[in-house]
């Protein structure tokens, strides 16, 4: 039988009630849903309600994996070190009691002259008897403070029962029945790339093994419906067997208390390091040490009680991940195995990608506003090198304080199982849900709250060309670079829209780009020296607006703004009479003439080119705007930053006003893009292609803060825009000047000089 007989669609999934599919997949497989000698069982099991599913006795996947793992001696071996661990725990907690023994009881009976063999004064028994008890009391507080509950762990970014995502239970409801592990309660929903399979909290989820499934958003956008449901068997795999399963989550629960109480900070902690690097005087830094000592002694015994737990549970849980990757291979197959965990690297490795980039955005005052989309993005954006060493982590050995068994002993002996699999349906896993797009920005929401980060006056950008990497960024302005003679600088835009000056008419082809070679040196230093004036002048528009409302603002951090200095340089970089910038002029009237001159064969692609060209220079021509959106983005900032410092009528009145502004040359830099058609991009113009990228900015229904926080994407994507179509347009250049022979400094085909304007 082929994989593809064994196929289930997801319209099967909906025709069919789930207990019904699960019998189906297990006699496409091979098992026997029903006792063969007992129809009034097969009818009474076709009945079973949902929540009957978990606790059904059907055979099923399961009986294959329980046949050569579930014996009596590994069994024996799982309860004794469930035993040991909860015993190193017990052993902990003895100390603690017998240190509290010893100085109620037997500290007070303690006899000092005997112990000496010397008569001592009553006065000196009674003060080393104080001292005993002094150092005793102290360090039995640090060893007690240990067992004091920790803070709870955050509520889920979101909860989904079994009333809500139909097609999520539809897969789960199936998928639990045909392992044999019990249905869920709930599942939660985080910003993790992992999943996991926990107890309910509470005594009742030991007692009565209830579940709980957390499913990372960034692992469901990356994987497809396949290669989830592999990993879900596994997690479930776990929970087929009722002893093992409780073994199991002791075991995990022992060694992450022990954990957690070794290795992790607590709020004391924190301060005691907060007080010790301030200024405060040497009895204070002195009880801080000490106090820190303290601390210490009941770190370093649980961290070896710690490594005695985790040691002796290792085989065990390697055998308990065996077995799992068993129930997963038999769901999902052997052959996806191996792709499978590959993404799984690529996934986390992109996840910590898009942590640095927030990092690096932070201080910018942006964020993105789905994480789980930009690390499926960036997943599949892996350069050579990066694919090299995820594929060599693979062949990475077991490590020895490592509980998981190596990537590549678990793929040998998940290959070696040979296993067809039952799933087929390789639609991307996030089609399980019907409001993915939410739920992902609700979980990266609650995931910057739990770092402790302010989001409320955050701008949340989407996920665009500046998340790509940065090997990905280079390779775009190769043609760029090489078209420009090396020149290229991201910013300014070259005002290309001007039309071509006649003083130019008498150069040909190749004599102008001998005159951008001769000129290269001059056009280089220009365009850097143009590059910082974009900042500058940002600071200066900025500094002037605060300046007009009594608000001081130093240039560089040191000198205090003055208008009158300041406002002529200001008023040149923005009229383009600044001496970087006409020689910038200069240089895009000849890059103006080079690509009509392009534009003047007839090289295939002569038509899209020329659309390229007439969407590149009416960008240009909006580049003014573009450039007074980023002054009006600084100047919320900057508003926004002194409304931290500083809480006032005034400052929160120009904080508004600034966001007006801020979303009015915004819309009327969208209008006047909607009316720049481009075939290059998605969207059929310009304007569509930005709406795409801000898809929450609805003009004027917007709050203005609202509006400010989702339109980060906005000045990226315009900047996109004119690159990309830049970068196509260059391309095509080159590719004609090569065919037509021409070479920087000489001419080996000569052209009609005179242009034709487009």
């Known amino acids: 039988?082929?994989?593809?007989?064994?196929?289930?669609?997801?319209?099967?999934?909906?025709?069919?009630?789930?207990?019904?599919?699960?019998?189906?997949?297990?006699?496409?497989?091979?098992?026997?849903?029903?006792?063969?000698?007992?129809?009034?069982?097969?009818?009474?099991?076709?009945?079973?309600?949902?929540?009957?599913?978990?606790?059904?006795?059907?055979?099923?996947?399961?009986?294959?994996?329980?046949?050569?793992?579930?014996?009596?001696?590994?069994?024996?071996?799982?309860?004794?070190?469930?035993?040991?661990?909860?015993?190193?725990?017990?052993?902990?907690?003895?100390?603690?009691?017998s240190l509290a023994g010893t100085l109620a009881v037997l500290l007070p009976q303690l006899d000092l002259q005997t112990l000496i063999g010397h008569p001592l004064n009553e006065g000196l028994i009674i003060a080393i008897k104080s001292g005993l008890g002094l150092v005793g009391t102290t360090l039995l507080f640090f060893l007690g403070k240990a067992l004091l509950p920790r803070k709870k762990y955050a509520k889920p970014a979101v909860i989904i029962d079994r009333l809500q995502e139909q097609r999520l239970w539809d897969m789960l409801i199936p998928l639990c029945k045909t392992i044999q592990a019990p249905l869920p309660l709930v599942v939660h929903l985080n910003n993790e790339v992992d999943a996991r399979v926990s107890l309910a909290p509470g005594w009742q989820g030991l007692i009565k093994g209830e579940l709980m499934i957390t499913l990372g958003l960034p692992l469901v956008a990356g994987l497809d419906n396949r290669q989830l449901q592999g990993v879900l068997a596994h997690e479930l795999g776990h929970c087929t067997r009722r002893l093992s399963m409780r073994c199991y989550f002791i075991i995990n629960a022992c060694n992450a208390w022990l954990d957690q109480r070794a290795h992790f900070h607590d709020t004391w902690s924190e301060r005691l390091h907060r007080l010790s690097e301030t200024d405060v005087s040497r009895f204070t830094r002195l009880g801080v040490m000490l106090a820190r000592a303290g601390m210490r002694i009941p770190k370093q015994l649980i961290h070896y009680l710690f490594l005695l737990s985790y040691r002796l549970s290792r085989p065990v849980c390697r055998l308990l991940e065996f077995e799992a990757d068993r129930y997963s291979a038999q769901v999902s197959g052997s052959a996806t195995f191996r792709a499978t965990t590959l993404h799984l690297h690529a996934l986390r490795w992109a996840f910590r990608q898009a942590d640095r980039q927030n990092a690096s955005t932070w201080s910018e005052g942006a964020l993105l506003s789905d994480m789980s989309h930009a690390t499926a993005v960036g997943a599949t954006r892996l350069d050579i090198e990066t694919q090299r060493k995820l594929e060599a982590k693979l062949r990475d050995r077991q490590r020895y304080w490592r509980a998981h068994p190596a990537d590549l002993e678990r793929i040998n002996r998940v290959e070696a199982l040979s296993a067809p699999g039952y799933i087929d349906n390789s639609q991307p896993a996030a089609a399980l849900f019907d409001y993915f797009q939410e739920y992902c920005r609700q979980a990266t929401a609650a995931y910057y709250q739990r770092l402790g980060l302010d989001v409320s006056i955050i701008q949340l950008r989407e996920t665009s060309h500046a998340a790509l990497p940065e090997h990905e960024r280079s390779s775009d302005a190769s043609s760029l670079t090489k078209w420009t003679l090396g020149q290229w600088c991201e910013l300014p835009w070259l005002p290309l829209h001007e039309p071509v000056e006649r003083a130019l008419g008498s150069l040909d082809w190749a004599s102008n780009i001998d005159e951008?070679?001769?000129?290269?040196?001059?056009?280089?230093?220009?365009?850097?020296?143009?590059?910082?004036?974009?900042?500058?002048?940002?600071?200066?528009?900025?500094?002037?607006?605060?300046?007009?409302?009594?608000?001081?603002?130093?240039?560089?951090?040191?000198?205090?703004?003055?208008?009158?200095?300041?406002?002529?340089?200001?008023?040149?970089?923005?009229?383009?009479?600044?001496?970087?910038?006409?020689?910038?002029?200069?240089?895009?009237?000849?890059?103006?003439?080079?690509?009509?001159?392009?534009?003047?064969?007839?090289?295939?692609?002569?038509?899209?080119?020329?659309?390229?060209?007439?969407?590149?220079?009416?960008?240009?021509?909006?580049?003014?705007?573009?450039?007074?959106?980023?002054?009006?983005?600084?100047?919320?900032?900057?508003?926004?930053?002194?409304?931290?410092?500083?809480?006032?009528?005034?400052?929160?009145?120009?904080?508004?006003?600034?966001?007006?502004?801020?979303?009015?040359?915004?819309?009327?830099?969208?209008?006047?893009?909607?009316?720049?058609?481009?075939?290059?991009?998605?969207?059929?113009?310009?304007?569509?292609?930005?709406?795409?990228?801000?898809?929450?900015?609805?003009?004027?229904?917007?709050?203005?803060?609202?509006?400010?926080?989702?339109?980060?994407?906005?000045?990226?994507?315009?900047?996109?825009?004119?690159?990309?179509?830049?970068?196509?347009?260059?391309?095509?250049?080159?590719?004609?000047?090569?065919?037509?022979?021409?070479?920087?400094?000489?001419?080996?085909?000569?052209?009609?000089?005179?242009?034709?304007?487009?």
Not at 43 to 49: G, L, S, Y
Request: aromatic share 6%; with cysteine.
């Open 1 to 97: 039988m082929s994989r593809n007989d064994l196929a289930i669609g997801t319209e099967a999934l909906s025709s069919r009630a789930p207990h019904e599919l699960a019998s189906d997949l297990l006699k496409q497989i091979g098992l026997n849903d029903n006792p063969p000698d007992s129809s009034a069982s097969s009818a009474k099991h076709t009945q079973t309600p949902v929540s009957a599913i978990a606790s059904s006795s059907e055979p099923s996947l399961v009986n294959e994996t329980r046949s050569t793992s579930g014996t009596w001696i590994q069994t024996l071996h799982l309860i004794g070190v469930t035993i040991c661990c909860m015993l190193i725990i017990l052993t902990y907690l003895t100390i603690v009691v």
């Open 516 to 758: 951008l070679r001769r000129r290269s040196t001059e056009i280089g230093s220009s365009w850097q020296q143009a590059q910082k004036e974009v900042q500058r002048r940002v600071m200066l528009a900025c500094c002037e607006e605060l300046a007009a409302h009594h608000i001081t603002h130093q240039i560089h951090g040191t000198e205090t703004f003055n208008a009158d200095h300041y406002l002529d340089e200001y008023r040149g970089i923005v009229s383009w009479q600044s001496p970087a910038r006409l020689v910038m002029s200069e240089a895009a009237a000849l890059f103006r003439q080079r690509i009509e001159y392009a534009l003047k064969t007839c090289h295939l692609g002569h038509a899209r080119a020329r659309e390229l060209a007439q969407a590149l220079f009416a960008l240009c021509e909006l580049y003014p705007s573009y450039e007074r959106l980023r002054e009006a983005h600084k100047l919320v900032k900057e508003y926004n930053s002194l409304s931290r410092l500083q809480i006032s009528r005034e400052v929160s009145q120009l904080s508004h006003y600034a966001l007006l502004d801020f979303r009015s040359e915004a819309l009327k830099l969208l209008q006047a893009a909607d009316k720049v058609p481009q075939q290059l991009l998605e969207g059929e113009s310009i304007g569509g292609y930005l709406r795409l990228q801000c898809p929450y900015l609805n003009g004027e229904m917007v709050a203005p803060l609202e509006f400010y926080q989702k339109s980060d994407a906005l000045l990226e994507g315009f900047a996109h825009c004119y690159h990309q179509i830049f970068n196509a347009l260059s391309t095509w250049c080159l590719s004609v000047e090569a065919a037509c022979l021409i070479r920087t400094g000489s001419m080996l085909n000569k052209q009609e000089s005179k242009v034709n304007p487009i």
